[in-house]
């Protein structure tokens, strides 16, 4: 079962993007949101992936725009 849940404020910190989406399926989470960091090097132009803030978190950056973070849910 998945619950969608669009909410403005999030516990990732993305409390200034305008929407964003957090799905969750089962024990895991999918947000998904416009990036709004400033990166200080070149990324991929269409996937860039590294490990999230915290532990157990992955982020994908699709096309420098979208920021998509798959994690546990709590």
Not at 31 to 56: H, M, T, V, W
């Amino acid at each position: 079962m998945t619950n969608l849940d669009i909410t403005s404020g999030s516990r990732f910190g993305m409390e200034s993007t305008p929407s964003s989406i957090l799905m969750r399926f089962g024990k895991r989470e999918l947000f998904i949101c416009r990036d709004f960091y400033k990166r200080l090097y070149r990324s991929n132009p269409i996937l860039e992936c590294n490990a999230g803030i915290q532990a157990g978190h992955l982020e994908i950056l699709l096309f420098r725009k979208w920021l998509v973070v798959m994690s546990k849910a709590h």
